[in-house]
């Protein structure tokens, strides 16, 4: 027999969601997922009203779901964001040029205006280059800098108070899980503190800095599969071509089946890390600066990027990764379409096993 909606108790469920296990029929979930975005963004006060926010928009589900429910909410509440799309176009052929096509659709469908800033343009390097000089081994540590300073550019380029990407509650669990793994306690301890919202890398009211937020931070990997599959939305499931099988994937693949045998161990790792707090020490801010090449911000001298972008330019990018250590740390996608149609359907399935009782 079917169990019924434990919100409405009309309708049947359709998922099952949520660290309490609430089964929700479609309509309740999509007002469930809606305003925990909504209570996220509120009691952390992520967003203002009036701000001009970029959207990062890689055209994967996780940043057209977080587009469509700003969209949402902005209409709902009446308040008045200048929602942009912002896509980093990071020069990779057969792979980015296709998901911006994604996000141009949704641009549309969204009536959102869209800035495209690119790698090229930028650093005079495409990533197809990249891996031409470097092999296939490291390039997502190039990639992992470059995008994160070219989200920054591209905010500020088109004057952008706050930049929200999609990263959700797995992706947060899975890089505390990783920092941990690794022994990277200097990660680990600013995982800890973003999370805790105590970490500030400079004082942002002399550096003008555009804030990073995270509005799908409380809303799970499922829960962003089945509210873009309900609601038809087009997105780009295709893995990054470059996408080597780093110690991410295993991080991920770990607290996937953490969570098949114990559905309760993504949201326990996020209530630990609330819970964490960390001694003076630890908790001291890095002194930021401005980068004397290009003027953005960082911790040291010259940033990373530029860093990079010299090594690359005089054909050492191999020895650039080793120098700085920084090996496979930026996250891999291991969504391919089909993986995405089975992983709906396996929701589904857990779904309707989780919402019929005998
Ligand atoms: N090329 C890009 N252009 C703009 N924003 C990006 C780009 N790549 C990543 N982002 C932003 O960073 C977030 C996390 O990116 P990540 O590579 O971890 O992908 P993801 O978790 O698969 O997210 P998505 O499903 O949105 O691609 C994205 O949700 C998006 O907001």
Known sequence: MKRLCSHCEKAFANILVGREDKYLCRCCFYEYFEDTVHQTIVEECLLQPGERVAIGASGGKDSTVLAYVLKILNERYCYNWDLWLLSVDEGIHGYRDDSLRTVEQNRDDYKLPL???????????????????IGRKSNCTFCGVFRRQALDRGAEKIQANVLATGHNADDIAETVLLNLLRGDHARFSRSVMEENGSYRTTDE?????IRRVKPLKQVYEKEIVMYAYFKKLKYFATECIYAPFAYRGHARE????????????????????SCISLNKEESKTRVAQQCIRCGSISSQTICKACQFKTSLDRGQGVLAVKRSG???????TTQCCSESAE???QYEADSNDAASSS
């Not at 009211?205 to 800095?209: D, G, R, Y």
């Not at 770990?254 to 098949?260: D, G, I, Q, V």
């Not at 920084?326 to 891999?332: E, G, I, P, R, V």
Request: net charge positive; aromatic share 12%.
């Open 115 to 133: 800035y495209i800033v690119s790698y090229n343009e930028l650093y005079d390097w495409t990533m197809d280059q990249v891996v031409s000089q």
């Open 254 to 273: 770990y607290l996937k089946s953490l969570e098949r045998m114990r559905p309760h161990s993504i949201s326990d790792i996020l209530y630990s890390l």
């Open 343 to 345: 992983r709906v359907s």
């Open 326 to 332: 920084m090996c496979s740390l930026s996250k891999q």
């Open 205 to 209: 009211s002399v550096f003008n800095k």
